[in-house]
């Protein structure tokens, strides 16, 4: 058999609609987690070093916590996903938050039918230009990556959509303790692959090839997140 028939072969298989590790099985004895204890610390310890602003707050000072960074940033305008809980935006004045429109995480699973997903009376979806001109956006999160600081947002209730996190200069970040896993495949294990999953590490950063950082090419300059314990 040639080299050309051996690559066909394997992609014809991979083209097979069954679970993929039945075709091609992967060895998972590898180690799940590198660590036990202290997951929330080193999930904070590693935001930190990304330059992250990190607070840790009790479930009943959220509103506080929410209402004090917002004062702290000065900020006027900040976007809210459909779906984020009212609670976390009590202490918040009047005409602060902006909500976005409709998404299908706050209505139900992802559907191949977004029109007849939508809710009777849907909020358009604010555009690229009312994202720049908000001063932050407030969401939560799906889970959280204590080895590699990282949050990822898989659009579901409170989270909203790509642009949100990507277009505003600053992103609050709500995390639960309990949505804070240990590694990568724990994490894995808590996300649907159908959904568009956003992995964010730190604020928006890059380096040229004299290693200078530039902040806020490609995301915000900010990320502020507050662990709800």
């Given amino acids: ?3 050309r028939e051996v690559i066909l072969n394997r992609v014809r298989r ?14 998972r004895d590898y180690a799940r987690a590198h660590v036990v204890e202290g997951v929330l610390e080193l999930f904070a310890e590693h935001l930190r070093d990304y330059r992250a602003v990190v607070h840790e707050v009790a479930e009943s000072g959220l509103a506080d916590a929410v209402a004090g ?14 779906g984020l809980p009212a609670a976390w935006t009590a202490g918040l004045a009047a005409g602060v938050c902006v909500p976005d429109g409709w998404m299908y995480g706050s209505i139900g699973d992802l559907s191949d039918d977004p029109i ?6 849907p909020l358009p979806h604010l555009t690229t230009a009312d994202l720049d001109a908000a001063d932050g956006v407030l969401t939560g ?5 204590a080895e590699t600081g990282t949050i990822v947002l898989d659009a579901g209730p409170g989270q909203g959509r790509r642009a949100l996190t990507l277009v505003p ?27 568009p999953l956003t992995w964010i590490s ?23 997140v507050l662990i709800v314990r």
């Fill in 14 to 27: 991979a083209l097979v609609d069954v679970p993929r590790d039945e075709v091609f099985p992967v060895p």
């Fill in 69 to 82: 960074a917002v004062e702290r940033r000065g900020a006027r305008r900040v976007v809210t996903p459909a």
């Fill in 202 to 224: 730190g604020p928006s950063a890059t380096s040229d090839i004299e290693l200078n950082r530039v902040e806020g090419v490609h995301g915000p300059r900010t990320l502020e």
């Fill in 169 to 195: 200069d600053w992103h609050l970040c709500v995390v639960r303790a309990r949505d804070v896993v240990a590694s990568v495949p724990q994490a894995l294990e808590r996300l649907a692959p159908g959904r």
């Fill in 141 to 145: 999160a799906a889970v959280a990556i």
């Fill in 1 to 3: 058999m040639s080299s």
């Fill in 116 to 121: 007849n997903n939508r809710p009777e009376h």
